[in-house]
């Protein structure tokens, strides 16, 4: 596609349940990255993809959450029982080579909320 | 960890005002920084960034940035204001080899017509 695709564009779900994210980045990009901006805050760094490996998930804030990516494409986002502190925007956004001066190409975001 | 300050969280301007919106980072070496705009209703795009030459860095919709390492800034200006920059404006920093940007937390930016 054109540009980087996220799906559900909204979730809501009720505490205690699992969600996932998708992302789906530009054609080509080989680095994603998810982010994470909740209300008031900036944007909180959760994992980092290099094709399909995670050199970087130090951004994880619990075991509850992890995330995959296959095929040097398309990434998942799992938050396992869910809790009120989740509800938030996350962002994915793709790279060229996830060099340090590279680009980043964001989506819209997945607004979560959890009731 | 490097941090991202961001001191402005909300401006509000009349149109033709002059823009300074202040970023401070914290890591002391090489670095690549980054200013991105969210617009109303849009997804983050790049606004402009530096890493490396001239200090000034001129970027999309008559924005400009100065990075002054002496201080640790990379401040984002524009001399006359239009309503359509109404956005949210990030100020964002790569370094040391990282791949990761950190981000600051962002400053609103009204723009009265």
């Known amino acids: 596609g054109a540009g980087v695709s996220q799906s559900p564009s909204n979730k809501v779900t009720e505490k205690g349940k699992d969600v996932e994210l998708r992302c789906d980045p530009i054609?080509?990009?080989?680095?994603l990255y998810w982010y994470r901006q909740s209300l008031g805050q900036g944007l909180e760094f959760l994992i980092y993809f290099q094709g399909n490996s995670a050199p970087d998930k130090s951004g994880l804030p619990s075991d509850r959450f992890s995330a995959e990516r296959t095929g040097g494409s398309v990434s998942t986002l799992t938050i396992q029982r869910t809790q009120q502190e989740d509800s938030a925007v996350y962002l994915c956004a793709s790279s060229m080579s996830g060099t340090t001066t590279g680009e980043l190409f964001f989506g819209e975001g997945s607004r979560l909320t959890v009731l | 960890a490097q941090s991202v300050s961001q001191h402005n969280h909300h401006v509000i301007l009349s149109e033709a005002a002059s823009l300074e919106l202040g970023c401070n980072y914290s890591y002391g070496g090489t670095v690549n920084l980054f200013w991105y705009v969210q617009y109303p209703g849009q997804h983050l795009q790049l606004l402009l960034k530096?890493?490396?030459?001239?200090?000034l860095v001129k970027g999309i919709k008559g924005f400009e940035a100065e990075f002054i390492k002496s201080k640790f800034s990379f401040n984002l200006r524009k001399p006359s204001v239009q309503w359509s920059d109404t956005a949210e404006y990030f100020c964002a920093v790569s370094s040391g080899g990282s791949y990761i940007p950190t981000f600051g937390r962002g400053t609103s930016l009204i723009v009265h017509p």
């Open positions: 530096y890493f490396s030459g001239d200090p």
């Open positions: 054609s080509g990009h080989t680095a």
